[in-house]
């Protein structure tokens, strides 16, 4: 089993910036990718970012030069910097791990853009 811990959402201002922490444990040498997910009221679940265990990284075109997903091994932790956030950033971000024969979420963290 994976455990992941999300921290780092809450309220910022259009063009401000967040960065989004999720600190995984547990069966971790499985982990083939970690990714970041946001579900806004309404809609559906969606990729944001995902970086695989061999440091390839994928971005959402809607967050394209604004957002950058990385990750510190020695921490077991996968990070989301956020820039230039616009109010249709605003969303619950889930962490996700990637075992490829399951997955594993994290309990969601609220992300506001609004001034």
């Known amino acids: 089993q994976v455990q992941l811990v999300e921290s780092g959402g809450g309220l910022v201002q259009p063009g401000g910036s967040l960065r989004l922490s999720c600190a995984a444990s547990g069966s971790i040498f499985s982990i083939y990718a970690m990714g970041w997910f946001r579900q806004a009221p309404g809609k559906q679940r969606e990729l944001v970012a995902v970086i695989t265990s061999g440091g390839s990284t994928n971005y959402a075109d809607s967050v394209k030069g604004r957002f950058t997903i990385s990750r510190d091994n020695a921490k077991n932790t996968v990070y989301l910097q956020m820039n230039s956030l616009k109010p249709e950033d605003t969303a619950v971000y889930y962490c996700?791990?990637?075992?490829?024969?399951?997955?594993?979420w994290g309990q969601g963290i609220q992300v506001t853009v609004s001034s």
């Open positions: 996700n791990a990637d075992l490829r024969t399951m997955a594993y």
